[in-house]
């Protein structure tokens, strides 16, 4: 692969290049450390191209020019990172399968990027493009609309720093509230005297998991797991509340209950309960 590589930047200068696939073998396999020397060295592009740290199994957040992660964006790190998601869920590519509830909603996408940049990291956000080369509508609505909110709020994303203290937006209740509306989608507001309190719990791979967590914090009385049915398998955000207010039930994409419930309803789509 290392001639296809090196084709690739004679022929086309890249100002990053970002690879893929690190897990299946050793950078000794794929021959990483010779491409990166004549990369950095000897290569048209060597005075300004940045590579991420997917070059071999055991490289990803160890070496690279930025390291990367997937559907989490709860790095703390000096280093330069970034997230990478999908707004389709289930996959990077477009998968004609997922239904439209699977989609990450516009809101879980804008806090995706504000947590990103919190913590001092890109996102770098996927779409799926059709085999005829087309943006499936569903999201460029969210790409659209992540651009409006971007268009009001853009000052607070474009050429800021990473807060000092990433945990303090997260683990102190003086700095971080909810305030749900009717949709119980919950948001980040000025504190007032008396009101309730959220708490990152962390990402897990089901509601369940993020019960257990609310169960071992003290004070956690419910919980929200960003994520629709239970197993798709992929670690989503949970949160937990000091109060009542969250209710057992599920929309698009959460996961809601009370703590040392008995059972948690949670749905696929409206249509489509279980216990």
Not at 230 to 239: L, N, P, T
Not at 259 to 267: A, E, F, G, L, P
């Amino acid at each position: 692969m290392t001639p296809q590589l090196m084709e690739l930047v004679h022929n086309y200068e890249p100002d990053i290049l970002w690879t893929d696939g690190d897990w299946d073998q050793t950078a000794e396999f794929w021959n990483s450390t010779y491409f990166l020397a004549w990369l950095y060295n000897n290569s048209p592009v060597k005075d300004n191209i940045v590579v991420n740290d997917r070059w071999g199994k055991g490289t990803r957040g160890v070496h690279g020019g930025f390291y990367t992660e997937e559907y989490s964006s709860h790095t703390v790190s000096n280093h330069k990172w970034e997230e990478n998601s999908g707004i389709d869920i289930h996959s990077y590519g477009l998968n004609r399968n997922t239904p439209a509830d699977k989609y990450l909603t516009t809101d879980y996408l804008i806090n995706l990027l504000v947590r990103s940049v919190a913590y001092g990291g890109n996102l770098c956000l996927n779409v799926g493009i059709s085999v005829d080369g087309k943006v499936p509508n569903i999201q460029v609505e969210r790409l659209l609309a992540i651009g409006t909110w971007l268009n009001v709020t853009g000052e607070a994303i474009y050429n800021t720093t990473k807060y000092k203290v990433p945990e303090e937006l997260i683990f102190t209740s003086n700095n971080f509230i909810v305030v749900p509306n009717a949709n119980n989608v919950f948001g980040a507001v000025q504190p007032k005297q008396n009101a309730s309190t959220i708490k990152y719990l962390g990402t897990f791979k089901s509601y369940k998991e993020c019960m257990q967590s609310c169960e071992a914090f003290t004070g956690c009385q419910t919980f929200t797991w960003v994520g629709g049915e239970a197993g798709d398998g992929y670690q989503m955000e949970c949160f937990g509340r000091t109060d009542n207010v969250w209710q057992p039930q599920t929309e698009a994409n959460h996961t809601s209950g009370h703590k040392q419930s008995i059972s948690v309803r949670y749905t696929a789509s409206k249509n489509r309960s279980s216990d």
